[in-house]
C-alpha cells in the first residue's frame, strides 16, 4: 500500500524514485562481474560445458535443457514491453523505442555475463547446491563475508524497485484497456494527479491475495510464474504474427522491408517454439484465464459499448472453444489430472 499512496500523488514522482533505486542495484551486479571476471578460470568453464552423458555435444539433449529453461526465461523477460505501456506519459514517443532495445539488451548482456562467468568459477555441481540467493553465496566464496552483504543489500534494494515498477504496471494496464474501451470504465477513473486510482485499488487488493496463497502452498509461486508466464505467450505470439501480416502488407519500396519481414519471420517462429516449449498442461492451466475473460468481455460489449453483435463466426467459434478448455482444465486439476 506504500507504493500505492506514492504511485497516487503522480507517476513521475515514483517513476524517479524507481530510477534512484535501479542505479543502487546495479552496483553490486557490477561489482559481482568484475570479481567474477578476474576470477574466472577457462579449464573450470569447459569441465562439463554440455552437461551430457558422454560430455560432448549432443542436439537431443542440449535441446532437451533449452527447453526446459524457457518458461523461467520468459517469466525474467516478461515486463520489457514496460516502456510501451507508459508511453502515454513519455515526453517524446522515439524514446519509447529507445528504451525498450536498451532495455533488452542490458538485461540480456547481465544475465549471460552473470551465466557465463559464474560457470568459470565455480562447476556446474557445486553451482546447483548454493543457498539462495545464490550470487551472494558465490561472490562471498571469492572475496570473502563482504560479498555477501553486498549481494543480500542490492537484493533487498532490487525486491523494493520490482514491487514499485509492478505496481505502477499493474495498475496501467487495466487504465489503458479502459480508454480505449476494451476493459470496464470504471477502471479508467484518475484522481487530482493523473494517477489510475481504481485500478491501483484492484491490482493492489489482488496482489495481497496472492500473497496470502503462500501460505496455502509453498508452491504458489511457482505455480503462478508459470502460468503468468504462458499465458503471456499468446499475446506475444499474435504481436510477432501481426509484425510480419503487417511487414509483407508494405509497399516492397518502404525502407527496412524484407529487415522487417525477417524480424517477422524469426519472431514467429520463436513464439510457436515457446508455445511448445511451455508443455500442454501449462497451456491448458492458461485457457481458464482466457476463459474467464470472456464472459467480462461480452458484458463490456453489450453494456457499455453498445455493440449488438459481439462476436463473428470464427470469434465464437474460438470463444466457445476457449470455454471448453478452461472448464475442463479446472475438471483436471480438481481429479488430480494436472497436478499444480
Keep these: 500500500m506504500l507504493f500505492r499512496s506514492m504511485i ?41 560445458f554440455w552437461f551430457t552423458p558422454s560430455g560432448q555435444f549432443e542436439f537431443a539433449n542440449v535441446l532437451s535443457q533449452v527447453r526446459g529453461t524457457m518458461l523461467v526465461t520468459v517469466w525474467v523477460f516478461i515486463g520489457i514491453e514496460g516502456a510501451v505501456v507508459f508511453s502515454g506519459r513519455a515526453r517524446k514517443r522515439s524514446d519509447v523505442g529507445k528504451a525498450t532495445v536498451l532495455g533488452i539488451i542490458t538485461v540480456i548482456l547481465i544475465y549471460m555475463l552473470i551465466t557465463l562467468l559464474s560457470l568459470g568459477v565455480m562447476k556446474r555441481a557445486g553451482l546447483s547446491h548454493l543457498s539462495q540467493p545464490a550470487m551472494a553465496e558465490l561472490l562471498k566464496s571469492v572475496v570473502g563475508e563482504w560479498g555477501a552483504v553486498l549481494v543480500n543489500a542490492g537484493l533487498i534494494i532490487s525486491v523494493i524497485g520490482a514491487w514499485l515498477a509492478w505496481t505502477m504496471f499493474a495498475g496501467q494496464l487495466p487504465y489503458e484497456a479502459a480508454k480505449t474501451g476494451t476493459f470496464p470504465r470504471w477502471f479508467a477513473k484518475e484522481n487530482k494527479n493523473g494517477a489510475p486510482v481504481n485500478s491501483l485499488l484492484f491490482t493492489n487488493v489482488l496482489v495481497e491475495i496472492f500473497m496470502f496463497s503462500f501460505l496455502i502452498t509453498a508452491s504458489a509461486y511457482n505455480f503462478f510464474y508459470s502460468i ?34 525477417g524480424i517477422g519471420i524469426v519472431a514467429s517462429i520463436y513464439a510457436l517454439w515457446l508455445l511448445y516449449a ?63
Excluded at 524514485?17 to 569447459?46: E, G, W
Excluded at 485457457?287 to 462476436?311: R, T
Design 228 to 261: 503468468a508466464s504462458a499465458a503471456i505467450l499468446v499475446p506475444y505470439a499474435f504481436s510477432a504474427f501481426y509484425q510480419l501480416k503487417f511487414s509483407m502488407a508494405e509497399d516492397k519500396g518502404t525502407k527496412g522491408h524484407a529487415f522487417n519481414i
Design 278 to 340: 511451455t508443455g500442454k498442461d501449462m497451456l491448458l492451466l492458461m485457457m481458464i484465464l482466457f476463459a474467464a475473460g470472456i464472459p467480462v468481455y461480452v458484458y463490456l460489449q453489450k453494456k457499455e459499448n453498445k455493440v449488438e453483435k459481439v462476436f463473428g463466426p470464427v470469434e465464437l467459434g474460438v470463444a466457445i472453444v476457449s470455454l471448453f478448455l478452461g472448464l475442463y482444465a479446472i475438471f483436471e486439476v480438481v481429479t488430480g489430472g494436472i497436478v499444480i
Design 8 to 48: 497516487l500523488k503522480g507517476v513521475q514522482s515514483a517513476s524517479f524514485v524507481n530510477t534512484i533505486v535501479t542505479i543502487a542495484k546495479l552496483i553490486p551486479i557490477f561489482v559481482f562481474l568484475v570479481v567474477m571476471l578476474i576470477a574466472f578460470k577457462l579449464d573450470v568453464f569447459s569441465s562439463g
